[in-house]
């Protein structure tokens, strides 16, 4: 449901949500969320992505632009026991490359991040691979 509120801005850009709607979008401290900022447009998208407790990493990819690539990474963060929370992918121009990022959660794992990364660097469609916690 959508509604519609006017606010005004505090100091240093920072926007105060209605209580009652920050509750039911999980804007609680700890929580993550993506901002998507169009300075084009003049617009700001938020959008949840976990609440607190969760230990998140960020994980980019370029890899080969083909069937199943996604589906082979997807399916080996898996079997590692991390959970993909937020994923993106986009064409690289008309090199036949693609990059993708997804936010993970790694609280679960049964194994190392980095027994991760190795195994992702391992797959013949993946050219390059890097991860940064979120904190």
């Known amino acids: 449901m959508r509604h519609y509120e006017i606010v005004r801005i505090k100091e240093s850009g920072k926007i105060e949500v209605p209580l009652d709607y920050a509750y039911d979008l999980g804007l609680v401290e700890g929580a993550y969320f993506l901002i998507e900022i169009d300075t084009d447009l003049k617009e700001l998208h938020v959008e949840r992505v976990a609440l607190p407790g969760k230990k998140l990493v960020e994980v980019e990819l370029v890899v080969e632009d083909k069937p199943g690539v996604l589906a082979g990474i997807s399916g080996l963060i898996g079997k590692h026991g991390a959970n993909i929370l937020f994923s993106e992918s986009e064409e690289l121009s008309s090199i036949g490359l693609a990059g993708i990022v ?19 660097k391992a797959l013949p469609e993946v050219k390059e691979v890097t991860s940064r916690p979120l904190e």
């Open 102 to 120: 997804a936010v993970i959660d790694v609280g679960g794992m049964n194994g190392t991040m980095d027994g991760l990364m190795d195994e992702l």
